[in-house]
């Protein structure tokens, strides 16, 4: 079975850090696009990064370039949103999710397969 499992949410105080991580297991990588996107409580689901397949080029909702930055690792399977100079409208639940060879990778939901199963990030002080 194809799952991608999340780690590294929790509370962080305004401008300071977190990196969140997104595993694969059951497919590599190599083949898929990873998107991010975000929810937070009595808003819609909205796109925050992604990574295209062969290329890794990487793409960002307008408003968070500079603060976000996504990477891959592909020996171990593995995709990482790290976030810096944390907001308070930061906060929301994370979710990556996996669009098979996607290049360009795009901020459209419904073009994913594969979805984390979301990890809560609130930044409070």
């Known amino acids: 079975q194809l799952h991608l499992v999340q780690s590294g949410g929790g509370l962080v105080q305004p401008g300071g850090s977190l990196r969140l991580s997104c595993a694969a297991s059951?497919?590599?990588?190599?083949?898929?696009?990873i998107g991010w996107f975000r929810q937070a409580p009595g808003n819609e689901r909205e796109w925050v990064s992604c990574?295209?397949?062969?290329?890794?080029?990487?793409y960002y909702e307008d408003s968070l370039k500079g603060r976000f930055a996504i990477s891959r690792d592909l020996a171990n399977n593995t995709v990482f949103l790290s976030m810096y100079s944390m907001i308070t409208d930061d906060t929301g639940v994370y979710y990556c999710?996996?669009?098979?060879?996607?290049?360009?990778?795009?901020?459209?939901?419904?073009?994913?397969?594969?979805w984390g199963q979301g990890t809560q990030v609130t930044v409070s002080s």
């Open positions: 999710a996996a669009d098979p060879w996607a290049d360009p990778c795009t901020f459209d939901p419904d073009e994913y397969e594969y």
């Open positions: 059951g497919f590599t990588l190599d083949y898929y696009a």
């Open positions: 990574i295209s397949t062969r290329a890794s080029t990487t």
